[in-house]
Nanobody, 114 residues
Framework: QVQLVESGGGLVQAGGSLRLSCAAS????????MGWYRQAPGKQRELVAR???????NYADSVKGRFTISRDNAKNTVYLQMNSLKPEDTAVYYC????????WGQGTQVTVSS
């Protein structure tokens, strides 16, 4: 059974930065794509960024140039560095394992004040 645990969310002013982490249990982490998703109140969950096992990355247009996804397979951890945060980035952020994704974390709240 795979477990994903996010951390690093919080309250930040517009223009600030946060770094989210997602630690995964299990031995399949290094061979699977990992993604960060977010869901704002009243909106559908959306893909923010994804990184493949071969370190290919893709981003939602709304975060390109501001967010960076990375992974450390030795630590079974994926990161999301978020810079130049905007109030519209406010959401619960989830990490997901695989393209489905097949597994979800519990989510971490990010709130950006104007």
């Amino acid at each position: 059974q795979v477990q994903l645990v996010e951390s690093g969310g919080g309250l930040v002013q517009a223009g600030g930065s946060l770094r989210l982490s997602c630690a995964a249990s299990g031995s399949i982490f290094s061979i699977r794509a990992m993604g960060w998703y977010r869901q704002a109140p009243g909106k559908q969950r959306e893909l923010v960024a994804r990184i493949t096992s071969g370190l290919v990355t893709n981003y939602a247009d709304s975060v390109k140039g501001r967010f960076t996804i990375s992974r450390d397979n030795a630590k079974n951890t994926v990161y999301l560095q978020m810079n130049s945060l905007k109030p519209e980035d406010t959401a619960v952020y989830y990490c997901g394992l695989g393209y489905g994704p097949d597994y979800w974390g519990q989510g971490t709240q990010v709130t950006v004040s104007s």
